[in-house]
């Protein structure tokens, strides 16, 4: 996979020695499965009841770890013995295909079967509960990998739809579904991916949309501008025959359009999930394409409710099935953290580390006195303001920009005694304006500062590649990080931008 190297151990004695080791660095516990490309070698790595399988460059386990804790797993066994009956896979609950449905057992005793469709519907009319009405399972079959990976695919439409199921026996059952557009584009149109999940009694339903909880288990219509940028229902629980299930959703970001010159949104930032209850049956709606009317009507971030998928385009998604007999409080939050939140791997020797969540985060604040210098708030006061904007420049004030050492100075240690670590200079390009040396001085003043201080500068990417080259290799020690885009959500993207 891209972004992960793989490594082949040459010497016995290494794979010996080959540890995974996983962290939680969140507050709260968490139980779980966990799945993560790794360089390891093949084999079972166990420590007392936690194993796991690493499999072509894939660790997969169901791991217990306490609130700021770790786990280190050695390798015990070889890639020969292993197979999908090996603790990591078994416990109480198990998954088997019919006729294209998956049936989960519990101890042998059947508690819920999962259907997945997907639903097109021509046109610019269709919501949610056409989604339901419109719902026809895709039927295909689904056959077991050696590695215990459940595999399913279907074309509907002009799309291929491509399924996979992980079931873990402790009670998780991970899914991932590709969807392909494979025809030309045939206009607007509803579009979403649907699951069916039948579980007998359902009671004591919640869900967490956008952040809030609230009782029942159907998401509501009311969208709040906020949830412009989220993606509806982050999980539903509820309880069934002495059970408690929980739905996590992952992020999706859905396909871009072309609208005049640029790149943007389509019907949303993010694939909305919806959810609708309806007597034993939840339905889980991801919806690619469809309405969201507010917010088309925006100036600054419009979208296209209905917006049709460019054929060669392909959507990710990903959820969750989590099974409990007795959950933690911080069962959803923690299986909301950890399946869609931030993950990473790193290698130390021959240990490598998968980390939930982040040991700690740094903190930062954009300062730009190259524009602010000039009051931009107050356009008549400032004797030769170039704009009446936000980043104007003045070229009067900039021929005495020393005069204002001493405030540039304090605000720099003020930003360091709150405690910040990172300071973002945000469009650098507007120095262009001034004669390079006169626009390196300035730098140079800037992050000599920032250098006495201890604090590290963040830059954006905006203007040719000679002034970008020039700022990063004169100011290497202290610029650490580079911002390659700015709110690309309002403008979009423009077809030279991807080559910058």
């Given at each position: 996979?891209?972004?992960?190297?793989?490594?082949?151990?040459?010497?016995?004695?290494?794979?010996?020695?080959?540890?995974?080791?996983?962290?939680?660095?969140?507050?709260?516990?968490?139980?779980?499965?966990?799945?993560?490309?790794?360089?390891?070698?093949?084999?079972?790595?166990?420590?007392?009841?936690?194993?796991?399988?690493?499999?072509?460059?894939?660790?997969?386990?169901?791991?217990?770890?306490?609130?700021?804790?770790?786990?280190?797993?050695?390798?015990?066994?070889?890639?020969?013995?292993?197979?999908?009956?090996?603790?990591?896979?078994?416990?109480?609950?198990?998954?088997?295909?019919?006729?294209?449905?998956?049936?989960?057992?519990?101890?042998?005793?059947?508690?819920?079967?999962?259907?997945?469709?997907?639903?097109?519907?021509?046109?610019?009319?269709?919501?949610?509960?056409?989604?339901?009405?419109?719902?026809?399972?895709?039927?295909?079959?689904?056959?077991?990998?050696?590695?215990?990976?459940?595999?399913?695919?279907?074309?509907?439409?002009?799309?291929?739809?491509?399924?996979?199921?992980?079931?873990?026996?402790?009670?998780?059952?991970?899914?991932?579904?590709?969807?392909?557009?494979?025809?030309?584009?045939?206009?607007?149109?509803?579009?979403?991916?649907?699951?069916?999940?039948?579980?007998?009694?359902?009671?004591?339903?919640?869900?967490?949309?956008?952040?809030?909880?609230?009782?029942?288990?159907?998401?509501?219509?009311?969208?709040?501008?906020?949830?412009?940028?989220?993606?509806?229902?982050?999980?539903?629980?509820?309880?069934?025959?002495?059970?408690?299930?929980?739905?996590?959703?992952?992020?999706?970001?859905?396909?871009?359009?072309?609208?005049?010159?640029?790149?943007?949104?389509?019907?949303?930032?993010?694939?909305?999930?919806?959810?609708?209850?309806?007597?034993?049956?939840?339905?889980?709606?991801?919806?690619?394409?469809?309405?969201?009317?507010?917010?088309?009507?925006?100036?600054?971030?419009?979208?296209?409710?209905?917006?049709?998928?460019?054929?060669?385009?392909?959507?990710?998604?990903?959820?969750?099935?989590?099974?409990?007999?007795?959950?933690?409080?911080?069962?959803?939050?923690?299986?909301l953290r950890v399946f869609a939140g931030y993950r990473t791997v790193s290698k130390t020797g021959n240990d490598v580390t998968v980390s939930l969540g982040v040991p700690g985060v740094s903190f930062g604040t954009s300062y730009f006195p190259y524009s602010t210098l000039a009051e931009n708030f107050d356009y008549y006061r400032t004797p030769g303001l170039n704009s009446e904007a936000f980043w104007p420049t003045s070229p009067v004030m900039w021929k005495n920009w020393r005069a204002y050492e001493p405030r540039m100075r304090t605000d720099m240690h003020i930003i360091r005694s709150m405690g910040f670590e990172n300071l973002r200079l945000h469009h650098l390009e507007l120095l262009r304006t001034l004669p390079p040396a006169d626009a390196f001085a300035f730098l140079d003043f800037i992050m000599g500062n920032a250098r006495h201080l201890g604090l590290h500068v963040l830059v954006d990417s905006e203007g040719p590649?000679?002034?970008?080259?020039?700022?990063?290799?004169?100011?290497?020690?202290?610029?650490?990080?580079?911002?390659?885009?700015?709110?690309?959500?309002?403008?979009?993207?423009?077809?030279?931008?991807?080559?910058?």
């Amino acid at each position: 996979m891209a972004g992960f190297s793989f490594v082949a151990f040459g010497m016995a004695g290494a794979q010996s020695d080959a540890a995974l080791v996983i962290r939680n660095n969140h507050e709260i516990p968490y139980a779980g499965a966990i799945e993560m490309p790794v360089s390891l070698p093949d084999g079972e790595y166990r420590n007392g009841n936690t194993t796991a399988r690493v499999d072509h460059g894939f660790a997969r386990m169901f791991a217990s770890l306490k609130p700021a804790s770790s786990v280190r797993l050695t390798r015990v066994g070889n890639p020969a013995n292993n197979n999908s009956t090996i603790e990591t896979f078994s416990g109480p609950f198990g998954v088997s295909s019919e006729a294209g449905r998956l049936r989960i057992k519990h101890r042998s005793n059947a508690i819920a079967s999962i259907d997945v469709g997907l639903v097109v519907v021509p046109g610019t009319t269709a919501t949610a509960d056409n989604a339901i009405s419109s719902f026809d399972p895709l039927g295909s079959i689904w056959t077991t990998a050696g590695d215990g990976t459940l595999r399913s695919s279907a074309r509907v439409s002009g799309y291929d739809v491509t399924l996979t199921a992980m079931p873990y026996g402790r009670g998780s059952f991970d899914m991932t579904a590709k969807v392909a557009r494979t025809s030309a584009q045939a206009g607007s149109a509803y579009l979403a991916i649907v699951r069916r999940v039948i579980t007998p009694s359902i009671n004591a339903s919640r869900l967490r949309f956008n952040g809030r909880e609230m009782k029942g288990g159907d998401s509501p219509p009311t969208w709040d501008r906020d949830f412009w940028y989220t993606r509806g229902v982050d999980w539903i629980s509820w309880r069934s025959k002495g059970l408690s299930f929980i739905a996590v959703n992952g992020f999706s970001p859905v396909p871009t359009i072309k609208r005049d010159t640029a790149w943007v949104e389509g019907s949303h930032f993010y694939v909305w999930e919806k959810t609708r209850q309806r007597s034993d049956t939840t339905w889980l709606i991801s919806e690619i394409a469809g309405p969201n009317p507010d917010q088309a009507k925006s100036r600054y971030m419009p979208v296209t409710p209905y917006a049709a998928v460019r054929e060669g385009d392909t959507v990710s998604l990903k959820w969750r099935l989590d099974i409990s007999q007795s959950p933690a409080t911080t069962w959803p939050e923690s299986q909301l953290r950890v399946f869609a939140g931030y993950r990473t791997v790193s290698k130390t020797g021959n240990d490598v580390t998968v980390s939930l969540g982040v040991p700690g985060v740094s903190f930062g604040t954009s300062y730009f006195p190259y524009s602010t210098l000039a009051e931009n708030f107050d356009y008549y006061r400032t004797p030769g303001l170039n704009s009446e904007a936000f980043w104007p420049t003045s070229p009067v004030m900039w021929k005495n920009w020393r005069a204002y050492e001493p405030r540039m100075r304090t605000d720099m240690h003020i930003i360091r005694s709150m405690g910040f670590e990172n300071l973002r200079l945000h469009h650098l390009e507007l120095l262009r304006t001034l004669p390079p040396a006169d626009a390196f001085a300035f730098l140079d003043f800037i992050m000599g500062n920032a250098r006495h201080l201890g604090l590290h500068v963040l830059v954006d990417s905006e203007g040719p590649a000679d002034w970008i080259t020039g700022v990063l290799s004169r100011y290497s020690d202290v610029v650490t990080r580079v911002e390659l885009e700015n709110e690309v959500l309002i403008g979009g993207i423009m077809p030279k931008d991807p080559a910058r």
